[in-house]
Nanobody
Framework: QLQLVESGGGLVQPGGSLRLSCAAS????????IGWFRQAPGKEREGVSC????????NYSASVKGRFTISRDNARNTVYLQMNSLKPEDTAVYYC????????????????WGQGTQVTVSS
């Protein structure tokens, strides 16, 4: 079900930063594992990060580890993806998903997803 709303994408120069938000209005995000995926033109969807609903532990793909940070703000019912030191290869549509659990940086048994937000890294 399409019940998550992503925001915060845009055009940024290499080395810049963006913060993506994933919000829900009809259910509580902290009951779910939340994962971020991205899809670049002509490429398969790629898992980026997942934050557990059990212990809050974050996990990241090798391509973003050390540059991206996933976090929860339960008071705002929002999950963030802080993206620093952006590279042209980070250009993609970014999606958040809510599911039952994380396995590494992937979320499984997805129940909800969003429409995506475009991130373009270019000079």
């Amino acid at each position: 079900q399409l019940q998550l709303v992503e925001s915060g994408g845009g055009l940024v120069q290499p080395g810049g930063s963006l913060r993506l938000s994933c919000a829900a209005s009809t259910f509580t995000l902290d009951y779910y594992a939340i994962g971020w995926f991205r899809q670049a033109p002509g490429k398969e969807r790629e898992g980026v990060s997942c934050i557990s609903n059990n212990d809050g532990r974050p996990n990241y793909s090798a391509s973003v580890k050390g540059r991206f940070t996933i976090s929860r703000d339960n008071a705002r019912n929002t999950v963030y993806l802080q993206m620093n030191s952006l590279k042209p290869e980070d250009t993609a549509v970014y999606y958040c998903t809510a599911g039952d659990y994380c396995s590494g940086y992937m979320v499984y048994t997805v129940e909800y997803w969003g429409q995506g937000t475009q991130v373009t890294v270019s000079s």
